[in-house]
């Protein structure tokens, strides 16, 4: 893959302040929701995000992995969708890890709150779009 075209794409990841995360449901439907970009990631390999045990998206992500994040730029319209399989981390060492100062906000015991869980994505292959051209390559 040409060096420009992963730049713009860990430009376009990097400036993203959500991130539209998928799941898929019982039916085999897909399942959208904007989430705080990640916490923590290792190129475009791995991303960690913060959520909480008892929702809906961990409960999809332990009976069926499969899932894309999707980063995007509206003034520029420049997008990057990332497919490949959600965890759902809750060993302390990782949630020790990703958590922050103010975390205690959304899960209100603390970093031992059973409510607070790690999502860790790991990337197959992806999909960019910038200045009207698509483009495709493995992760």
Not at 82 to 99: A, F, N, P, S
Not at 123 to 136: C, G, H, T, V
């Amino acid at each position: 893959m040409d060096a420009e075209i992963l730049r713009i794409a860990n430009d376009i990841i990097d400036r993203s302040e959500t991130v539209i995360i998928t799941s898929v449901d019982e039916e085999g439907f897909p399942n959208a929701k904007a989430m705080l970009k990640s916490r923590e990631k290792d190129g475009f390999k791995t991303f960690y995000f913060t959520t909480n045990t008892s929702s809906m998206r961990v409960k999809q992500f332990l009976k069926n992995p499969k899932s894309a994040i999707y980063f995007y730029d509206p003034l520029q319209f420049q997008w990057i969708m990332l497919k490949g399989k959600m965890e759902v981390m809750q060993d302390q060492k990782t949630k020790d890890r990703i958590w922050r100062d103010g975390d205690s906000m959304y899960y209100p015991g603390g970093i031992m709150d059973p409510d607070y869980s790690v999502l860790k994505f790991t990337a197959e292959n992806a999909r960019m779009y910038n200045q009207f051209r698509s483009y495709d390559f493995e992760v």
